[in-house]
Structure formats: structure tokens, C-alpha cells
T-cell receptor, first 111, second 113 residues
Framework: DAKTTQPPSMDCAEGRAANLPCNHSTISGNEYVYWYRQIHSQGPQYIIHGLKNNETNEMASLIITEDRKSSTLILPHATLRDTAVYYCIVRVASGYSTLTFGKGTMLLVSP | NAGVTQTPKFQVLKTGQSMTLQCAQDMNHEYMSWYRQDPGMGLRLIHYSVGAGITDQGEVPNGYNVSRSTTEDFPLRLLSAAPSQTSVYFC????????????FGDGTRLSIL
């Protein structure tokens, strides 16, 4: 699986949009971009994933650049409960491929 | 929705003791896996299974055994606990169809004295 690069930490004001970047310049054509988050001491929570088109669900939006070498997770209206470590993972779309977790981005949402 | 259930939530062991961490899922997922997470680090894969009767090693398998006799259950065994196995353990499951995401349990916090 391709390697990802994320900033170690980011800050965001409550109510504002949080934009979390991820670089995956070596991504292959059959690899998806997945985002998970881990709120303190809890199990990782799936957020969203995509191949090449932008995706949106009830939690977030995922913007993937046209060359697929980077992506941005957008939390449109961050709340204090969104404070967590966010992981960007690139993975082949096969049920047999595992997730490789890096150190992620620690997002701190402040009042 | 139960999802992925891990038991126990907390456990303290003495060095050399054995124990089994339980993981059960009710989503009929073929794929199940175990991760460990040490302080300040990301998750590391211990063992995984792609179906009943099939298991394989991950990144850090030493000191752990697994078996998969049913689709629902994937227990992780520590045969002789060591202080280096003090960690938080997470179980995950997913369908093997397409790009379906993995779903995680709430973890087992294990301390080895």
C-alpha cells in the first residue's frame, strides 16, 4: 500500500470548517483513500473513503485531487467532539488487504 | 447494532500468565483482524483472518496465537504474557467485498505486571 503523509497536528475553531490534508503521491490506480479517526482511548471510527471522485456523507467530505496524489478531509462545522487523531490510509480495494496506520493528524477543536 | 464486541474491556495480568481476548462480530464479515496500539503510536497489525479456518500473521505476531473456528469469533491468545505486551488491543472486521471499510471494537486495555 502507498505511504501517506499528514501534518502531526492542526487547530480549528468550533463551528468552522476543518480541512485536513493528506499526501499520497505514490498511490496506485486501484488504491482507495480511507479516513478514520480515533477519539481518545476509543476504537478507530470509519469516516469516509473514495477512489477518484469527491465523496460526501453525513460526517464529512473527501476531496481528491485530479492526479490523486493528495486529498483533503473536510469537517464542515467542527465541534468539540471532533477533537481526535485523524488517519489517512491508502489501501487496495480488496477485502484481503489490511489497514496500515501511520501517526495521523491530531485535530484540536477549540471553543 | 452490536457491531464488533470485545471482552474484557480491562485486564491486569502477571508475567507468565495466559489469557484470551475475545472478539465477536454480528455482521457476517469474512475478514477479521487484531491490532495493538502502544502509547503515542498508530495501530499495528498482529494477526488477521479472511474466513473460518484461515489465519495469517501481521506485522507483530510474536507472542500471540489466533484461531477462527466460526465466522463470528476471532479470539486472540497470549500464551505467556510479557510486560512488552502491555497495550490496547483492537479487533476489527469487514466484508471482503469491494472497498468496504473495517469496523473496530472499543478495545481491551491490557496491563502485564
Amino acid at each position: 500500500d502507498a505511504k501517506t503523509t499528514q501534518p502531526p497536528s492542526m487547530d480549528c475553531a468550533e463551528g468552522r470548517a476543518a480541512n485536513l490534508p493528506c499526501n499520497h503521491s505514490t498511490i496506485s490506480g486501484n488504491e482507495y483513500v480511507y479516513w478514520y479517526r480515533q477519539i481518545h482511548s476509543q476504537g478507530p471510527q470509519y469516516i469516509i473513503h473514495g477512489l477518484k471522485n469527491n465523496e460526501t456523507n453525513e460526517m464529512a467530505s473527501l476531496i481528491i485531487t485530479e492526479d490523486r496524489k493528495s486529498s483533503t478531509l473536510i469537517l464542515p462545522h467542527a465541534t468539540l467532539r471532533d477533537t481526535a487523531v485523524y488517519y489517512c490510509i491508502v489501501r487496495v480495494a480488496s477485502g484481503y488487504s489490511t489497514l496500515t496506520f501511520g501517526k495521523g493528524t491530531m485535530l484540536l477543536v477549540s471553543p | 447494532n452490536a457491531g464488533v464486541t470485545q471482552t474484557p474491556k480491562f485486564q491486569v495480568l502477571k508475567t507468565g500468565q495466559s489469557m484470551t481476548l475475545q472478539c465477536a462480530q454480528d455482521m457476517n464479515h469474512e475478514y477479521m483482524s487484531w491490532y495493538r496500539q502502544d502509547p503515542g503510536m498508530g495501530l499495528r497489525l498482529i494477526h488477521y483472518s479472511v474466513g473460518a479456518g484461515i489465519t495469517d500473521q501481521g506485522e507483530v505476531p510474536n507472542g500471540y496465537n489466533v484461531s477462527r473456528s466460526t465466522t463470528e469469533d476471532f479470539p486472540l491468545r497470549l500464551l505467556s504474557a510479557a510486560p512488552s505486551q502491555t497495550s490496547v488491543y483492537f479487533c476489527a472486521s469487514s466484508s471482503t467485498t469491494g472497498s468496504q471499510p473495517q469496523h473496530f471494537g472499543d478495545g481491551t486495555r491490557l496491563s502485564i505486571l
